[in-house]
C-alpha cells in the first residue's frame, strides 16, 4: 500500500476588489503628557481622588481612502483642590476605507474607530498613571454608538427647529 498526496493547489476565490473593507494601517500615540506637580506622595488628600474625563474623536482625510482617527482624552486627578495627576493622551490609527457609503464611512470614522483605538488607549493611560506611582486608572467602556446616535439626535432637532426671520 503506498501514501498518495495530491499536490494538485485548491484554488481559492479571487477577492472582489469592490468589496467594503477597513484595514487598520498603524496605531500611534500622536501626543502625549503626564504630570503629578508633588509626585505620588502627595499629602492632605482623603480617600481616593476624583478622576474628571473629558473624551472626543476626531478624524481627518490622509488620501485616497485614508484616514487618520485621533481620539483625544484629558483625564485629571484631583484630591480636594490639589490636581494629584494630570494626563493628556491623543491616541491616534491610520485607516485605509474603501467601497463604503458616505453614511457607513461615517459610522466607521466616528465609532468603528474610536471603539478600536480606545483598547490601545486604556493600555497607555494604566501604564502612564502606574508609571507615576499612582495606581492604575482604567478607563471606563464609552459607547461611541452611542454618543453617534446622541450627534444625530441633536441635529435632527436642530434642524427640525423653527427658524423666525425678523
Do not use: H
Not at 457607513?104 to 490601545?120: G, I
Not at 495606581?135 to 423666525?164: W, Y
Amino acid at each position: 500500500m503506498t501514501d498518495q498526496n495530491d499536490q494538485t493547489p485548491v484554488q481559492q476565490p479571487a477577492a472582489d476588489v469592490n468589496a467594503p473593507s477597513v484595514t487598520p494601517q498603524g496605531v500611534y500615540i500622536k501626543d502625549c503628557s503626564f504630570e503629578a506637580p508633588s509626585g505620588p506622595f502627595i499629602g492632605g488628600i482623603e480617600g481616593q481622588p476624583q478622576v474628571n474625563m473629558t473624551m472626543r474623536a476626531g478624524n481627518s482625510v490622509l488620501g485616497q481612502d485614508a484616514y487618520e482617527v485621533v481620539l483625544n482624552l484629558r483625564l485629571e486627578a484631583k484630591g480636594g483642590d490639589k490636581v494629584v495627576w494630570l494626563c493628556e493622551l491623543q491616541q491616534a490609527g491610520a485607516f485605509v476605507v474603501k467601497n463604503l457609503g458616505s453614511a457607513d464611512l461615517m459610522q466607521v470614522l466616528n465609532v468603528m474607530a474610536p471603539n478600536y483605538l480606545l483598547s490601545f488607549a486604556r493600555s497607555t493611560v494604566a501604564e502612564l498613571v502606574t508609571k507615576g506611582g499612582f495606581p492604575p486608572f482604567l478607563l471606563p467602556l464609552v459607547t461611541f454608538e452611542g454618543l453617534q446616535a446622541r450627534r444625530a439626535q441633536q441635529a435632527q432637532q436642530a434642524d427640525a427647529a423653527p427658524t423666525t426671520v425678523n
